[in-house]
């Protein structure tokens, strides 16, 4: 498979990345992943070392942020990608082209082992049906339809196996369904509660941290709890969802919120693992909050 990146060529993408928008390292290890469709993720050994080579060179600074580092391109950082502008127009369209050749060679893969089992599949039956020609051939034959059955009722087995998933699965689904929306009907009435008050950056704070607290149990998977309302304490509240001094700039200050909220659930998933139950469920309890924000922001301005 050829390089995704040719030698240098990342250097000057991530520069692209920054110039875009401050970003710490693994908000630039998630969105290269994003880029090429999940087909790529660059690992920390390779980004973390090129971003200090830049901020050595002076074209990339950084500030600690909630502990983190969150990298920004210098202005002489910009002066070096305006003046590769034609190579980073080659770049993007490799990156595109990276993207095509791996998606194929992912169906080359597929394609190949689906041929060669059918062949082995071809050859097994041949070979079945000269061995029934032969003086034992009888004996083989029935011990061949044995197996046959065998593995028909263990198919049959599974299928009901299956089933029976399908339905738990079903039934967990709407069970989360409904505990999703008590849970989002409470957070919206904490957040119109601020918005009548006009402090919607509060009331959208406080519930993405009410979420929050849902969604990190339910990815240590554990049961959903019936729902308190917890009493102010500084504990129980993410650092990031605390109060902060707005940079004066809304949409900004809402985009780091919610790449914050995003990195506590992916840190939640990594360190205890998700099972396809607990993806159903979070998906589920994400769509209903995105929905319910989506709302907030779009409605008319007192």
Same mark, same amino acid.
């Given at each position: 498979?050829?390089?995704?990146? +040719?030698?240098?060529?990342?250097?000057?993408?991530?520069?692209?990345?920054?110039?875009?928008?401050?970003?710490?390292?693994?908000?630039?290890?998630?969105?290269?992943?994003?880029?090429?469709?999940?087909?790529?993720?660059?690992?920390?050994?390779?980004?973390?070392?090129?971003?200090?080579?830049?901020? +050595?060179?002076?074209?990339?600074?950084?500030?600690?942020?909630?502990?983190?580092?969150?990298?920004?391109?210098?202005?002489?950082?910009?002066?070096?990608?305006?003046?590769?502008?034609?190579?980073?127009?080659?770049?993007?369209?490799?990156?595109?082209?990276?993207?095509?050749?791996?998606? +194929?060679?992912?169906?080359?893969?597929?394609?190949?082992?689906?041929?060669?089992?059918?062949?082995?599949?071809?050859?097994?039956?041949?070979?079945?049906?000269?061995?029934?020609?032969?003086?034992?051939?009888?004996?083989?034959?029935?011990?061949?339809?044995?197996?046959?059955?065998?593995?028909?009722?263990?198919?049959?087995?599974?299928?009901?196996?299956?089933?029976?998933?399908?339905?738990?699965?079903?039934?967990?689904?709407?069970?989360?369904?409904?505990?999703?929306?008590?849970?989002?009907?409470?957070?919206?009435?904490?957040?119109?509660?601020?918005?009548?008050?006009?402090?919607?950056?509060?009331?959208?704070?406080?519930?993405?941290?009410?979420?929050?607290?849902?969604?990190?149990?339910?990815?240590?998977?554990?049961?959903?709890?019936?729902?308190?309302?917890?009493?102010?304490?500084?504990?129980?509240?993410?650092?990031?969802?605390?109060?902060?001094?707005?940079?004066?700039?809304?949409?900004?200050?809402?985009?780091?919120?919610?790449?914050?909220?995003?990195?506590?659930?992916?840190?939640?998933?990594?360190?205890?693992?998700?099972?396809?139950?607990?993806?159903?469920?979070?998906?589920?309890?994400?769509?209903?909050?995105?929905?319910?924000?989506?709302?907030?922001?779009?409605?008319?301005?007192?």
């Amino acid at each position: 498979m050829p390089p995704v990146f +040719a030698h240098g060529r990342l250097r000057l993408y991530l520069l692209k990345l920054l110039d875009e928008a401050p970003r710490h390292g693994y908000e630039v290890i998630r969105l290269l992943e994003e880029r090429f469709q999940g087909l790529y993720a660059p690992s920390a050994g390779t980004v973390y070392p090129r971003l200090a080579k830049l901020e +050595a060179e002076g074209l990339v600074t950084h500030a600690t942020e909630g502990g983190r580092k969150v990298y920004s391109i210098t202005e002489a950082g910009r002066e070096e990608l305006a003046g590769r502008s034609g190579e980073l127009d080659d770049l993007e369209r490799e990156i595109r082209e990276s993207v095509s050749e791996l998606a +194929a060679e992912i169906r080359d893969d597929v394609r190949g082992a689906a041929g060669k089992l059918r062949s082995e599949m071809r050859a097994a039956a041949t070979e079945t049906r000269q061995t029934s020609k032969t003086a034992t051939g009888e004996q083989s034959w029935r011990a061949a339809k044995e197996e046959l059955r065998r593995a028909q009722q263990e198919w049959k087995e599974q299928t009901r196996r299956a089933k029976d998933e399908s339905r738990r699965a079903r039934e967990a689904q709407e069970t989360a369904r409904q505990e999703m929306q008590r849970i989002a009907r409470q957070v919206q009435e904490q957040v119109q509660d601020h918005f009548a008050r006009g402090d919607w950056p509060t009331g959208v704070r406080e519930g993405l941290s009410e979420l929050s607290a849902q969604l990190g149990g339910l990815a240590k998977g554990t049961a959903w709890p019936p729902y308190i309302r917890p009493e102010p304490a500084e504990e129980a509240v993410p650092e990031w969802a605390k109060e902060t001094p707005d940079s004066g700039d809304p949409a900004r200050d809402l985009d780091r919120l919610l790449d914050r909220f995003r990195d506590d659930i992916r840190d939640a998933a990594r360190d205890h693992g998700v099972t396809a139950t607990q993806l159903t469920e979070a998906r589920r309890h994400l769509s209903t909050a995105a929905a319910h924000i989506s709302a907030l922001l779009r409605a008319p301005r007192p």
